[in-house]
């Protein structure tokens, strides 16, 4: 409750600033409510990986950030914007908290997990989602005719490189280094010869981020691995993780940004170029603080546009382009997915989590997506919670693991709020698709050990 007292005066206090233009002290309010909530929540410790501070702190930070209006592209949002962003915040949290007071886990009577059978499914997944993203990559690469990576001057390279349908499988490396984290919980010894297979698997899922230049999909495949981690470790391995974490947070953080650098300076993503697109108002800011500032704040500004631009909605259409495009519906009916992107700028397209919504139903829309996914958030916490005792080396979990994987992959689309429509985008469905039926694979292997099959 402490969320919702705190948001809605720091909401007005923001919007009255920034209607005297007072945008830094107007973004700083919010920021600051953000980054508050998250330590309150986080404080309660009532979860491992807490989504409503994961989602307050992403999408009020992203709010603060982008009211500082540092960049010439952002024009004084509408006070319909205003209020969207409010009533997102306000329904997801309101969903959450009574959802998680009202719905009462039931655990079921269940075996446990056979160890063995589980490492043995786990393998076959890592193995099987492996080799065919490195088969579609090297197809749609001969296809193509060329490597993201070993192109000169093109800064949209990866952007090109897709062929329907078959990109799909192509990024399904993202979901290895999740399955591989539930693997060497499972392997047990380090002994374990195929453990050196999966770890192969895990530094080839890296390098085909790095060979396609695709900076969101190497930072997903680490976030989604490091989620599943803390939401899947036996509570031993938990507190072992937790006394280092000053240790092992900074320097994973450290390397990873490195190698986002990298590949920024390999998109032909030069500091003039990124800076001439973004528009600073103070161009002598570095590019490494301008580039993440724009990436984030500028989500807001294009959700702006659409509010101001809009004829008329699209009542459910435009969150289903996932079931369009996954069917194939939008080659055979090319209306269905016709609808353009109201946005400040072409080269930056990206959009926030409910940019979709308000374009299907309004505030309506927005309202509608928020409860559902504070719902599905509540749940996704006590389900990964389910119990403390999560040691598959020795068969102790009581439900199929493939569970974390879908939860660190939920998580990280809250902490990303602020980014894109994560959920009418086909990508995300195709990933939960794919883990939905490694369980179902998971389930129907235990089922024939058990029964004796």
């Known amino acids: 409750m402490s969320s919702i007292l705190i948001s809605i005066p720091a909401f007005a206090a923001a919007f009255g600033l920034s209607l005297f233009e007072k945008y830094v002290f107007s973004g700083c309010v919010l920021l600051a409510a953000g980054i508050l909530i998250c330590y309150l929540l986080v404080k309660r410790q009532h979860f491992r990986s807490h989504p409503a501070a994961l989602f307050s702190l992403s999408w009020l930070g992203g709010c603060g950030l982008s009211c500082m209006k540092l ?220 580039q993440p500032y724009i990436y984030i704040a500028h989500n807001y500004d294009n959700f702006n546009c659409l509010v101001r631009e809009l004829p008329a909605h699209t009542f459910g259409l435009k969150s289903l382009f996932p079931f369009f495009a996954l069917t194939g519906l939008k080659f055979l009916a090319p209306s269905l997915v016709a609808f353009p992107l109201y946005i400040t700028k072409e080269e930056l397209g990206t959009l926030t989590l409910f940019y979709d919504a308000y374009y299907d139903g309004g505030l309506f829309g927005v309202a509608l997506l928020a409860a559902v996914l504070g719902m599905a958030a509540a749940w996704f916490a006590k389900r990964t919670d389910f119990s403390a005792k999560k040691d598959f080396s020795t068969g102790i979990s009581q439900q199929n693991p493939v569970i974390y994987v879908l939860g660190g992959q939920y998580y990280v689309y809250l902490l990303f709020s602020f980014f894109t429509t994560w959920f009418s985008n086909p990508a995300t469905w195709y990933y939960a698709g794919v883990c939905v039926a490694g369980g179902l694979y998971i389930s129907y292997r235990m089922h024939h050990v058990s029964s004796g099959v």
């Open 71 to 290: 960049s010439h592209l952002q024009l004084p949002w509408e006070t319909e914007t205003w209020v969207s962003f409010l009533l997102a915040y306000l329904v997801f949290m309101t969903g959450f908290l009574l959802f998680e007071r009202l719905y009462k886990l039931r655990p079921e009577r269940r075996e446990p997990y056979d160890a063995a059978v589980l490492k043995r499914c786990l393998y076959t997944l890592i193995l099987g989602l492996s080799l065919l993203s490195l088969a579609s990559f090297l197809l749609e690469a001969l296809l193509l005719g060329y490597v993201p990576l070993f192109t000169v001057d093109t800064p949209h390279a990866y952007s090109y490189f897709h062929i329907s349908g078959l990109h799909y499988l192509t990024v399904s490396y993202v979901l290895v280094p999740s399955f591989a984290v539930l693997y060497v919980m499972t392997a047990g010894p380090l002994r374990d010869r195929c453990l050196y297979a999966v770890l192969a698997c895990c530094v080839l899922s890296f390098c085909m981020a790095v060979l396609l230049v695709s900076r969101s999909q190497l930072i997903f495949s680490v976030l989604f691995a490091f989620f599943t981690f803390c939401l899947a470790a036996p509570e031993r391995l938990y507190r072992r993780f937790r006394e280092h974490r000053r240790l092992i947070l900074p320097t994973a953080s450290a390397l990873l940004l490195a190698l986002y650098v990298w590949i920024t300076f390999e998109r032909a993503h030069s500091a003039s170029y990124l800076m001439d697109i973004f528009e600073m108002k103070d161009m002598s800011m570095p590019v490494w603080l301008a």
